[in-house]
Every structure is written in structure tokens, then in C-alpha cells.
């Protein structure tokens, strides 16, 4: 644990390294659940967040790169590895019982009714049947023009973001025939990394000289571009939170866009590349990116004045390498790269952060 009730001198009581690089995370009940690249799915039983443990493991065959819970099961994209479905109902006898070799890298999943969506890089989007576990089945596919590895299910319609090939929407409500709806062309974008869908909008992350792009989506025959900003950066995480939209912009740190103009923005030193944003707070990843000698780690920005966003605090020990962010009630989850997972506490009140590490 480590208690930051001065921000400016934090200092370490526990460290637990896990075998691979932290990817991505999803918490459910009293377990966080982490997709660990080569380190296959760990699971931490973080019940008393102050000494949380690894309790399970699998070793997966390919690079956990996601991961999606539902019900007493993890379907994690396993890149080579296509998607892979565990028991999870004994975290601490964690057991496969089905899987499905994509034929592309499985990059990106989202589960939706009996259906897994896989963003499968140069494979597309693919549709596993999952209405039977030990035995999960294609019913259908899409191969979208570019390399998809992003995917948000919403409704009858899957979001796809497809690298150089920008947004492709993918009519689902008969997942044995999906079939592209509408489409947005990058064009003068570079990439489209990560995709969120809020309401009748999808924001886009356009890498370096994309920026952020907002895509009406009501018609999803014809979806239209309704707002664009260029940030200085590299859009790599994007999230929005009533009217404003946060970003983590590489080397150019948090930006706070109200469309069509930037309001605020704070220089976090390091490469954001994840954020999580609850009630005024603003939880932002940010890592070396090959630069040495930076203060990086998780900043945690007070965003009540939009236009003004504040540090209230900042850890650095174990976070160097930090990959992404997730906040559920009072605790922060960080995925960091090389160096596992580590749990934190902030008390808002007390601008106080208290740091459990199970990395």
C-alpha cells in the first residue's frame, strides 16, 4: 500500500509483479480480471483492496491483449491465440472450455447477448456464437477494408474502428449476414485506434495527425462528421462525460474539448495514452514512451472547471509504464506494461490517494 496523503511524496509498502505486460482489465464483483499479454489472464481478489492477491492464472497460448466478462465466464482476444473462453465461476481454478481460432489477431472483444465480437486485425470483424461455451462457433463475418482493432457493440450495430480505414458500421441484428451499414473514410487521418459510442455520436481516436473526430451516427447509412478538432498530439483514449470530451493526447497530455473548440488541457510531462473520467476527476495514464527521465505515472486532474483542469495528485513507483486506466466505486485500476497491475484509492475529500500494488 502506499499512502499519499502528501501528493508530492508518495512512498511504497507493497509490490507483487505479475509474469506479463498489462493490457487491459475489467472488474467484476470482488475481482479484477487482467489480460497480461504473454502472461495469459490473471486474477486478483481484490476484496480488501489495501492487501490484494492473485488468486488464479492461466497461461493462454497467444498474447492476452482484452478482455470481456459475463457471467462465469472471460472471453479474452488472444491475438494468435483468436479468442479464448474460461471458467471463471473458481477464480482460483481457472479452466478453459471452448475456443475459437480466429483467422486474423485478435486484437479487441465486446460481448453482447449470446454473441462475442472480435476485432480480428487484418480478419475483420468476427462473430462467435458463445450460446454454447465449450463449443463457441462462427456464425458470421465482415472483412472490413483495413485492420481492425477496436470494436464497440451498441444495439444492432457494431462499431469498428479499422486503423487506416477509418469507421466502419456493421449492421448485427443478424449476426450469420452482418454487413456494413455506413461507413466514415480517414482519408487525411492517419489511423482510427479506439472508437467509443455514446448516444447517437461515436468519437474517434485519430492517432497523430487525425485528432479527435466526432461522427453523428443516427443514420448509420449515412453517417455524417459533426465535429473535428486537431489536437497537438497523438489521440490515443478518448472519453466523454456529459458535455465534454476528455482525451489523452501522447506527449500533449489531457485535453478537454467542447465541440468545435479545445476549453482546457493539462501537461502531464509524459505520453497519455488512457483515461478514465469520474465525477470531477480525470484519471490519465501516462508512460515514458521511450523517453527517458520523465515524472510519469497515473495523474489524477481535478476537472470540475473544465477550462481548467488541476493535479491532485500523482503517483509515479511501478507506474512508469503505465498502459491503461479503469475506475470502479473508490478504486483505480492501472494495467501497466512489464510491471502488472496496481490498485489505488482516492479520497476527494482529503485530496488523498492511497495505493494498493499488486504489480
Given at each position: 500500500m502506499?499512502?499519499?496523503?502528501?501528493?508530492?511524496?508518495?512512498?511504497e509498502?507493497g509490490?507483487c509483479?505479475?509474469?506479463?505486460d498489462g493490457?487491459?482489465?475489467?472488474?467484476s464483483g470482488?475481482?479484477?480480471y487482467?489480460?497480461d499479454?504473454?502472461?495469459?489472464?490473471?486474477?486478483?481478489?481484490?476484496k480488501?483492496?489495501?492487501?490484494p492477491n492473485?488468486?488464479?492464472?492461466?497461461?493462454?497460448?497467444g498474447?492476452?491483449f482484452?478482455?470481456?466478462i459475463?457471467?462465469?465466464?472471460?472471453?479474452?482476444?488472444?491475438?494468435?491465440?483468436?479468442?479464448r473462453?474460461?471458467?471463471?465461476?473458481?477464480?482460483?481454478?481457472?479452466?478453459e472450455?471452448?475456443f475459437y481460432?480466429?483467422?486474423g489477431?485478435?486484437?479487441?472483444?465486446h460481448?453482447s447477448?449470446n454473441y462475442?465480437?472480435?476485432?480480428?486485425?487484418?480478419s475483420g470483424?468476427?462473430?462467435?456464437?458463445?450460446?454454447n461455451?465449450?463449443?463457441?462457433q462462427?456464425?458470421?463475418?465482415?472483412?472490413t477494408p483495413g485492420y481492425s482493432?477496436?470494436?464497440?457493440v451498441?444495439g444492432?450495430?457494431?462499431?469498428v474502428a479499422?486503423y487506416?480505414?477509418?469507421?466502419?458500421i456493421i449492421?448485427v441484428?443478424?449476426?450469420?449476414?452482418?454487413?456494413?451499414?455506413?461507413y466514415?473514410?480517414t482519408?487525411e487521418w492517419?489511423v482510427?485506434?479506439?472508437?467509443?459510442?455514446?448516444?447517437?455520436?461515436?468519437?474517434v481516436?485519430?492517432?497523430?495527425?487525425?485528432?479527435?473526430?466526432?461522427?453523428d451516427?443516427?443514420n448509420?447509412?449515412s453517417?455524417?462528421?459533426?465535429?473535428f478538432?486537431?489536437?497537438?498530439g497523438?489521440?490515443r483514449?478518448?472519453?466523454?462525460?456529459?458535455?465534454y470530451?476528455?482525451?489523452a493526447d501522447g506527449f500533449?497530455?489531457l485535453?478537454?474539448i467542447?465541440l468545435p473548440?479545445?476549453?482546457?488541457?493539462?501537461?502531464?510531462?509524459g505520453?497519455a495514452i488512457?483515461?478514465?473520467?469520474?465525477d470531477n476527476y480525470?484519471?490519465?495514464?501516462d508512460?515514458?514512451w521511450g523517453?527517458?527521465?520523465?515524472e510519469?505515472g497515473?495523474?489524477v486532474?481535478?476537472?470540475?472547471?473544465p477550462?481548467?483542469?488541476?493535479?491532485?495528485?500523482?503517483?509515479?513507483e511501478?507506474?512508469e509504464y503505465?498502459s491503461g486506466?479503469h475506475?470502479?466505486?473508490e478504486y483505480?485500476?492501472?494495467?501497466n506494461?512489464f510491471?502488472?497491475?496496481?490498485?489505488?484509492?482516492m479520497r476527494?475529500?482529503?485530496r488523498?490517494l492511497?495505493l494498493?500494488a499488486?504489480n
Amino acid at each position: 500500500m502506499v499512502d499519499i496523503s502528501n501528493p508530492g511524496s508518495p512512498h511504497e509498502l507493497g509490490y507483487c509483479a505479475t509474469p506479463g505486460d498489462g493490457w487491459g482489465i475489467f472488474v467484476s464483483g470482488s475481482y479484477a480480471y487482467m489480460a497480461d499479454g504473454g502472461g495469459g489472464l490473471r486474477v486478483m481478489d481484490i476484496k480488501t483492496p489495501t492487501s490484494p492477491n492473485e488468486v488464479g492464472n492461466y497461461d493462454t497460448p497467444g498474447m492476452s491483449f482484452d478482455i470481456f466478462i459475463s457471467g462465469i465466464y472471460a472471453y479474452i482476444a488472444n491475438d494468435k491465440g483468436g479468442l479464448r473462453i474460461l471458467n471463471i465461476s473458481d477464480p482460483s481454478k481457472l479452466y478453459e472450455v471452448g475456443f475459437y481460432d480466429t483467422p486474423g489477431r485478435a486484437d479487441d472483444v465486446h460481448v453482447s447477448g449470446n454473441y462475442a465480437y472480435v476485432a480480428d486485425g487484418e480478419s475483420g470483424l468476427r462473430i462467435i456464437d458463445i450460446s454454447n461455451p465449450s463449443s463457441p462457433q462462427e456464425v458470421g463475418f465482415y472483412d472490413t477494408p483495413g485492420y481492425s482493432c477496436g470494436v464497440y457493440v451498441s444495439g444492432k450495430y457494431a462499431y469498428v474502428a479499422d486503423y487506416d480505414s477509418g469507421l466502419r458500421i456493421i449492421d448485427v441484428s443478424s449476426p450469420s449476414s452482418p454487413h456494413e451499414k455506413g461507413y466514415f473514410d480517414t482519408q487525411e487521418w492517419t489511423v482510427a485506434y479506439e472508437v467509443y459510442v455514446s448516444e447517437n455520436y461515436a468519437y474517434v481516436a485519430a492517432g497523430r495527425t487525425g485528432g479527435l473526430r466526432v461522427i453523428d451516427v443516427s443514420n448509420p447509412n449515412s453517417p455524417q462528421e459533426v465535429g473535428f478538432y486537431d489536437t497537438p498530439g497523438s489521440v490515443r483514449g478518448v472519453y466523454v462525460s456529459e458535455n465534454y470530451v476528455y482525451v489523452a493526447d501522447g506527449f500533449e497530455g489531457l485535453r478537454v474539448i467542447d465541440l468545435p473548440k479545445e476549453i482546457g488541457y493539462f501537461n502531464t510531462q509524459g505520453y497519455a495514452i488512457d483515461i478514465y473520467v469520474s465525477d470531477n476527476y480525470a484519471y490519465v495514464a501516462d508512460n515514458y514512451w521511450g523517453r527517458a527521465g520523465l515524472e510519469v505515472g497515473l495523474r489524477v486532474l481535478d476537472v470540475a472547471t473544465p477550462s481548467s483542469p488541476q493535479e491532485s495528485a500523482f503517483f509515479r513507483e511501478t507506474l512508469e509504464y503505465a498502459s491503461g486506466v479503469h475506475v470502479s466505486g473508490e478504486y483505480i485500476f492501472v494495467t501497466n506494461f512489464f510491471c502488472g497491475m496496481t490498485i489505488l484509492k482516492m479520497r476527494p475529500r482529503l485530496r488523498q490517494l492511497q495505493l494498493t500494488a499488486n504489480n
